[in-house]
């Protein structure tokens, strides 16, 4: 199976302020910029590629407090596994969204395989760290929002090795985002 | 005077690893790739226009540690200021290529800028970083090797504010480097 990330950092390369904020996020860039035919940067192209998610109780946290109408929901309705050793079920208002796991990642890897499916969108930065660790990750779409934060929740934790990233592509937008897609090449 | 930024990263924003190595930046990328015209990404165009330089201690030790040949020297004939409150005398294979500072960066610029000096390299990560509390940098090119390090000495230290960038623009380069180009616009 795929496993692949699509995620917005701060161009210092936080995904979040120290208090787990993101208004940063929202307020980069340059709102009045004409973004032409990619208004969303290429996120929905991405979410039609994926069929399940997999992310940390921290991601989930987050989506939990931002309190999503249906409207909003941007996950359509994939599978999404939430990773929790803590957690046993979900908060009230995700709920029939997602699926609370406190296994093993290459035993979950296994049973999403099993299940026929076939890319997995792996998010939050103790996960991707993870499955880097895991070598399990094949792909990486990084928006850099033009703003520099100075401190907060780094994107990449530590690895266990130095890892090599390949097929290099760039996209400056006009809203002044740049965004990065990489290979990975574990060796 | 225009303060500007050339420096590679890893693409988790780290300038050395935790022991100040600089291997990984060397071994980067596809060796094998066709750069075309541009070998250096830009760096011989940089330095054509620059007509000063300014980095912290560390920096000039690093550049020491490399004991350049007269050939390898990449920095020209440009008159080169090191910032340090405790070394009054360069090391010895830099005498004559660069001058030590130990006053207020402001008084610094002023000085620079009396002598009819009008754009400085600014090089070094707590340099920058100071620059930037500072108000000082009005350009950004970060130039990101192709390589996750999971930790190290960050380009970003801890700002003062958060810092609003413009104008990105960005290149992925064939041998997998990006190079993303800002300006800075403080509030």
Redo the contacts between chains.
């Keep these: 199976m795929k496993c692949s990330v699509y995620i917005a950092t701060s161009?210092?390369?936080y995904i979040a302020t120290t208090e787990g904020e993101v208004d940063?996020l929202h307020s980069?860039g340059?709102p009045d910029a004409d973004m032409g035919d990619n208004p969303d940067m290429g996120f929905g192209a991405y979410m039609a590629s994926v069929d399940c998610m997999i992310m940390g109780r921290k991601c989930m946290e987050m989506i939990s407090s931002m309190n999503l109408s249906p409207e909003q929901w941007p996950y359509g309705d994939i599978h999404i596994v939430v990773l929790s050793n803590t957690l046993k079920t979900p908060p009230e208002n995700l709920k029939g969204k997602v699926e609370m796991y406190s296994g093993e990642i290459t035993d979950l890897i296994a049973q999403l395989k099993s299940k026929g499916l076939k890319h997995a969108y792996i998010d939050g930065g103790f996960t991707i760290?993870s499955f880097?660790n895991f070598k399990l990750i094949d792909e990486m779409t990084?928006t850099?929002a033009?703003?520099?934060?100075?401190?907060g929740i780094?994107?990449?934790?530590?690895?266990?090795?130095?890892?090599?990233?390949?097929?290099?592509?760039?996209?400056?937008?006009e809203n002044?985002?740049?965004q990065?897609k990489?290979g990975v090449n574990y060796l």
Tied chains: 1, 2.
């Design positions: 161009t210092d390369g940063w980069a340059n760290t880097l990084i850099r033009p703003v520099l934060l100075g401190a780094p994107l990449f934790g530590k690895l266990n090795n130095h890892i090599k990233l390949v097929e290099a592509e760039s996209t400056a937008f002044d985002f740049v990065e990489y």
